[in-house]
RNA sequence: GGGCGUUUAGCUCAGUGGUAGAGCGUUCCGUUCACAUCGGAAAGGUCGCAGGUCCGAUCCCUGCAACGCCCACCA
């Protein structure tokens, strides 16, 4: 042995002789006879990184919670399968290429035409991908890279055409003209998730729109902090019960706004709030989401006034000069002219949150416009018979118990997400993605998996939303619609999956999406627990990022410390679903924790009977003391005592429990209280005191380690290795 | 506005109905004998505040406060 513990060469050698013996793949496991056939089966998704760029530190942290628990599960002899793969990650690939493209040649997508950005982006986005393999691979990964699968791949778009088209004949997917959430720095729309509020202050008028024909002014004064989208008005709503407004109600009047002509009914609703502002709200119907609802109850029509590029275009008022004005300028310009009329009433600051994108930051500007969309309150029959909406589908599968989710207290933020959920709107006007699979010809529609017969159908050119796929994966991953025997084999031994490990900020944007998908499309639960991570931060509690620069590279930290120190670094001090603070300290300190446990086993095998000089000679420790008697010891009671507590911690996702036990264990009871006092032995005692030591230490340690290996594979294997020349401790019984 | 969570030693966090623990940090001592990437020891906390239940609460209940997170169509 070596006296120092080269942990590179180590991980490097390690990780090769893991991949070569293929043991992360379940069928080469009965294959060889470490797992039986009729095994109970674990199985588990890796949430596929995106192919945007690089591993981080979060990736890690998912990657060795996920590790453990297949690592334990497959020494458990179970038949052991974690799915690897990779997200196209539609908007984020898209717009990342687009950057780069503007930076180095100055050119739009647009100048590139659809085909040749599409090639660009594919390229980037495999040299992303292999990259992120080989980074996962050095963080001690036992996944099974045979089946590693990717969500824009052939078997991948198979399974999302024919999700399409099974959603769309239950009456689940459907074409609707609506106000969206309109982003017009990426130009598409995107869903009520992907909306990320900011608190700002705006500015709040309190105004009359202006004079009617009979001189008078305008009866109502309205208040609101975008007077520029007044000129699309078409009612002004009070709330029912407002004796002031009563009079009101059901009259409609001709009024010119700032040289826009409007017709204005007055109409009562329950969503407007009495005691906000004049309690009188102007309804503009075609750039507000709320209003849009009320024009529906109240059947008004619907007057665009901005356009997508969110600039005014007034159809009422040609002639404006408004018109082609950004919404900004027009505000400015309508407050002056409302002031210079006398008739703004009140100005006021207040705090307003603002809808922005949360991938380009634009403000959302909320515009009419004809999208796809998945019901949520659909009743509809479900491949297992049962008829209901998916927001009962997916609320009854973790109410009745068919997932479990950890820390329980997240099932009640899912509950109440989706009591505000609404249609999912699933088509974005990019290019990067799944194309939908509709085709058009003249007024004919056709949606099916793969084109029409026939000359002059033209595909939608829009794509899906990256989380269509993505909540498919489940089954997706296993080849789903299965064609194949292996696809066949593997849905029925795999799905649903024992467990998905997950970060959770994604707890909507993926795991609800998973729940809806699976309920839908195969009247199954996708996975029967769902485990929620934390957020990495760093020491201060900030989130780790590139522009603040105190983030902590993993592989940089595994080069320089191991893998192994990075793991157990990400694993204790954290529980799930809280943050975890992490500083270079604590991963040197587990570095530390390595050369320690490599020093006891070179402690170990110094005193190795027939072997002080350090040769492997035949391990006769053990078969010389007698194994009862090793057995009987306190010391191997309190070991064994240790093993229970480590798999009721594991049992319960306290993997931060197991692991800070089972470094005190090894550090400050085996090696501080145990070996210091055996060593008396080792050096005075008889032959047989000496190997009676020796085994009881030996014992302790490899049985210690053992239990170790999922949070420390590398430097356990290698130790492994040397007492147990032959047998790989990744597939010994736990 | 609605929901969720956190509050224990300087820092990061465990924990239990019976007058508190770990790691790191600090201080002191030691160490040619597996390991200075080491060993031993010490200092340090009225367990956020106020009530309640109990023989007894840091732990259970109620209220409050501070901090944090998520959601949201009061314009």
Redesign the pocket.
Known sequence: ME???DIKEVETRIAKAWDDAGYANPDVCVEKGVAKKDAEVFSMILPPPNVTGELHIGHAAMLVIEDILARRNRMQGKRTLWVPGADHAAIATQSKVEKLLQKEEKKSRHDLGREEFLRRVNDYARKSHDFIVTQVKRMGASLDWSREAYTLDDTRERAVRTAFKKLHDLGLIYRGDRVVNWDPKGQTVIS??E???E?RT?M?YTFRYGTLADGTPFPIA?????PETKVGDTAV?VHPSDARYRDFVGKEYDVVFCGVPLHLRVIADE????????????V?PAH????W?MAQRHRLPLVPVIDERARMAIAAAPGSPLNGMKTAEARERIVEELRAAGLIEKEEE????V?TAERTGAIIEPLPKLQWFIAVDKAFTDPAGRTATLKEHMRDAVRGGGIKIVPA??E??Y???ID?L?DWCISRQIWFGHRIPVWYRGAETFVGAAAPAGEGWKQDPDTLDTWFSSGLWPFSVFGWPPQTEKEKGDLAAYFPNTILETG??I??FWVARMILMSSALTGQVPFRTVYLHGLV?D???QKMSKSKGNGIDPLEMADKYGADATRLSLVI???A?????LSE??IR?Y??F???LW??A??LE??RPGGADGTHGIVGAAAVADAEKIAARDEAKALAALKREVDAHLDAF?F??AG?KLY?YL??TL???V??AE?KNL?EGTAEEKAESYALLEHLFLDAIALLHPFMPFITEEIWGIFRPGRMLMVEPW
């Open positions: 006296s120092r513990y009520d998730d909306v990320v509020h608190e705006a709040l309205i208040s609101t902090t975008r709503a969503a407007v709030e009495k005691d906000f502002g004049t309690g009188a709200l102007g503009t507000s989401a709320i209003d609802e207040v705090p307003q949150s809808a207290h997240f009640k933020i509950f109440n997400w505000h609404h959770y900020d707890l909507f931060r020491a201060k509690g001090g954290t529980s679903g809280n943050d975890l603070k300290d604590r300190g570095r530390n390595s050369t320690k020093n006891i070179r402690f110094m005193n306290e931060h429990l800070e005190h550090w400050h090696a501080d209280v070996v210091e060593k050096r």
